[in-house]
């Protein structure tokens, strides 16, 4: 900063202030000190700055996963609300477990973030100590946990798979199985499974015709896998739920494969309306969700969160329930 002020013949609080933008700084002088940090390649240090704003510019978010549509989706739109505000993103992924989760909590605190966004509601004792006790807004997301720690946006996974089954059962489906991971390491799919279960129960149809398979996130390699198994101990199978749209999309290219027609021999829908659901052939019957929307309602609800600081006013933990649809497709 020194260097910069003294090529641009003014002050090193002026610079602070031009690079600040906070209006103080003549627009003549502000271009001046712009060319010298050009020439200079200079960036300014807000460690400084941080410590007695008490804000670090930056909101931690937690996903399970990186390579997946629908979470890179939702940190887009995270990212679209947040980007307004001059905020920025640090993103870590979980890998859907909870103990790493704990881990990047951890990591994340020590930065002093403004605000942190975690996917899903199920924690960590530690993990959600270290939240509750951060100081900072924090957004619970794709997900409506029993006792949240502030904000929720997010749906019912369970009443989404269930109602799925249901729409299956209105189409003609008797005899129909579930695919999910072997571990129970992502929530959300167990909480898949718990919805099929419900209404297997509540439509009175054949029960235990579930198959744990790979751990999450299912690949479609796995979901091609499973769904053999599933035939084979169920020869009468009708139709099968699969926990994700990839899952699903494996299964019916292992029918294709072995002649098994869909939907003609088994019908098959997924979870997610992923864009191969959408280019498969049979296209996919699924429960598609806003994944977008979760982001940017979870980002709107953090600034407000952060407003609500600033200004010295409560902040009031807000629960946004996000709406999902069952899509019929031809797999069905």
């Not at 641009?8 to 610079?15: E, I, L, Y």
């Not at 209105?170 to 129909?176: E, S």
């Not at 035939?231 to 899952?247: F, R, T, Y």
């Amino acid at each position: 900063m020194a260097e910069v002020a003294a090529r641009a013949g003014v002050s090193t609080m002026t610079v602070s202030r031009a690079l600040k933008r906070d209006g103080a700084v003549s627009e003549e002088t502000r271009r001046r000190i712009l060319a010298a940090v050009e020439e200079l390649g200079y960036v300014l240090d807000l460690s400084a700055g941080a410590l007695s704003s008490k804000r670090t510019g930056f909101v931690a978010v937690l996903v399970p996963s990186i390579n997946n549509s629908n979470f890179a989706d939702t940190a887009r739109g995270i990212t679209e609300v947040i980007d307004d505000q001059g905020l920025q993103v640090l993103l870590g992924a979980t890998d859907y477990d909870i103990e790493k989760e704990e881990h990047l909590v951890q990591t994340m605190l020590t930065r002093r973030p403004d605000g942190i966004i975690v996917t899903d509601g199920r924690h960590t004792p530690r993990a959600r100590r270290m939240l509750q006790a951060a100081g900072i807004p924090v957004v619970e997301i794709w997900d409506l946990p029993a006792e949240p720690i502030d904000h929720v946006v997010g749906f019912s996974n369970a009443e989404a798979s269930r109602a799925l089954v249901h729409r299956l059962y209105q189409k003609g489906y008797r005899k129909i199985g579930f695919i999910g991971g072997a571990s129970r390491r992502d929530s959300r799919g167990a909480d898949r499974r718990l919805g099929y279960l419900r209404a297997i129960e509540e439509l009175g149809l054949p029960v235990g015709r579930t198959i744990a398979f790979g751990d999450p996130p299912i690949s479609v390699e796995q979901g091609g896998q499973a769904i053999v198994h599933l035939i084979e101990q169920w020869p009468d199978m009708d139709a099968a739920v699969c926990v994700s749209d990839l899952s699903a999309f494996g299964a019916i290219m292992e029918c294709h494969r072995r002649g098994w027609a869909v939907p003609g021999r088994i019908g098959i829908a997924g979870f997610g309306d992923f864009e191969v659901s959408r280019w498969a052939w049979p296209r996919i019957t699924t429960v598609a969700v806003n994944c977008r929307t979760i982001g940017l309602e979870a980002g709107r609800i953090l600034l407000g969160a952060l407003d609500d600081v600033q200004r010295k006013r409560t902040p009031m933990p807000a629960t946004l329930i996000v709406p999902f649809e069952v899509i019929e497709r031809e797999s069905t």
